[in-house]
């Protein structure tokens, strides 16, 4: 039965720098329960890797990076939801941080604005003026999988410690996939 540890070697994400992006390492100690586990980087995305690993669909965060803009301003956030959920990025999330328009941020921009890997970024380690707002159903799902910031790893962590990061937000800003 797939559950949220699934069939990885977990061990302590402090413990293992070397699979962690720089600065995931460098923020890692803000989560507690954080635990790492190196998985094969052609398995990295969500539905690939859930099955490869037997790990739920309902424990796995994906982490997206938006773009928004109004006048001159422009602001970067991420943005936390289930593999099963979809954000309303151009709804909850343009009115949360006062844009005016919205889109994913373009791969190139992400990594190179976050210092990971496109297909690996996690909000543990984001510029510190960036929002990270989080999916109330990825707090209700208790222990969750996200990226380490590179491709080969995944983070293992209670979902306690995401809201708990400086910049986070709890929303309700998703619904269920049909």
Known sequence: ?????????????AEHPELLADATADAVASCPSAQVAPIDDTLADTAAFC??????LGSSANCVVVAGRRGDRETYAAVMVLATHRADINGVVRRHLDVRKISFAPREEATGRTGMEFGGITPIGLPSD??????RAVLEAGPVVVGSGLRR???????ADLAALPSAAVLDLASPLA
Do not use: Q, R
């Not at 099955?51 to 739920?56: E, F, P, R, W």
């Not at 960036?130 to 999916?135: A, E, F, N, S």
């Open 1 to 13: 039965m797939p559950s949220a540890h699934g069939t990885l070697p977990w061990s302590p994400a």
């Open 51 to 56: 099955a490869a690993y037997d790990v739920a």
């Open 130 to 135: 960036w929002p990270v707002l989080i999916d």
């Open 153 to 159: 790893s995944k983070i293992l962590l209670d979902a």
